[in-house]
T-cell receptor, first 116, second 114 residues
Framework: AQSVSQHNHHVILSEAASLELGCNYSYGGTVNLFWYVQYPGQHLQLLLKYFSGDPLVKGIKGFEAEFIKSKFSFNLRKPSVQWSDTAEYFC??????????????FGQGTELSVKP | NAGVTQTPKFQVLKTGQSMTLQCAQDMNHNSMYWYRQDPGMGLRLIYYSASEGTTDKGEVPNGYNVSRLNKREFSLRLESAAPSQTSVYFCASNTDRVGNQPQHFGDGTRLSIL
């Protein structure tokens, strides 16, 4: 079945460590890709998105992601994490456009805990 | 800026009871969505409405019904609640119909079925 996979379910880092969260999808064709963040007790907020163009996209709060088409991947990175980055991170894909209504398919989520 | 408003925020039901979750957006968005969030499973799409007057099934529609009352409002109904429907429910909206813009999410409804 077509899907979105996030490899890490729970990541624990110390402050200032580097972060990379994996995301792979199995849809062919042109896709729109998103990373959302959910801070404890809050709703999902957009971190960054990729539609086309430069495969390295920058988002809010120092996050960036790289789209590698040949690997069907869209990994999230941050050079130096802070305690305030503790949250759950979701990769999401908008499947190829054939009357899909703009819907998103989400990965399972990765819980990031940053130790001060 | 209200954005996407969901009511109620919390609810406890007994098995077999019915309930409607309300969602309204004030951004003049065309598309609206209902998701459920369960631990280790991310968000799964229940139903969506690409435009006023249309609704379509998502990944997990069984046990739910929806109504796109007007452009602003999109409600989710549980006709006969089951413990498996215990979850956090999120409503979202989007200005376009094809996914070229990010979705905006409400704060969620935490629903427990006993």
């Amino acid at each position: 079945a077509q899907s979105v996979s996030q490899h890490n379910h729970h990541v624990i880092l110390s402050e200032a460590a580097s972060l990379e969260l994996g995301c792979n999808y199995s849809y062919g064709g042109t896709v729109n890709l998103f990373w959302y963040v959910q801070y404890p007790g809050q709703h999902l907020q957009l971190l960054l998105k990729y539609f086309s163009g430069d495969p390295l996209v920058k988002g809010i709060k120092g996050f960036e992601a790289e789209f590698i088409k040949s690997k069907f991947s869209f990994n999230l990175r941050k050079p130096s994490v802070q305690w305030s980055d503790t949250a759950e991170y979701f990769c999401a894909v908008n499947p190829p456009i054939y009357n899909q209504g703009g819907k998103l398919i989400f990965g399972q989520g990765t819980e990031l805990s940053v130790k001060p | 800026n209200a954005g996407v408003t969901q009511t109620p925020k919390f609810q406890v039901l007994k098995t077999g009871q019915s309930m409607t979750l309300q969602c309204a957006q004030d951004m003049n968005h065309n598309s609206m969505y209902w998701y459920r969030q369960d631990p280790g499973m991310g968000l799964r799409l229940i139903y969506y409405s690409a435009s006023e007057g249309t609704t379509d099934k998502g990944e997990v529609p069984n046990g739910y019904n929806v109504s796109r009352l007007n452009k602003r409002e999109f409600s989710l109904r549980l006709e006969s609640a089951a413990p498996s429907q215990t979850s956090v429910y999120f409503c979202a909206s989007n200005t376009d119909r094809v996914g070229n813009q990010p979705q905006h999410f409400g704060d969620g409804t935490r629903l427990s079925i006993l």
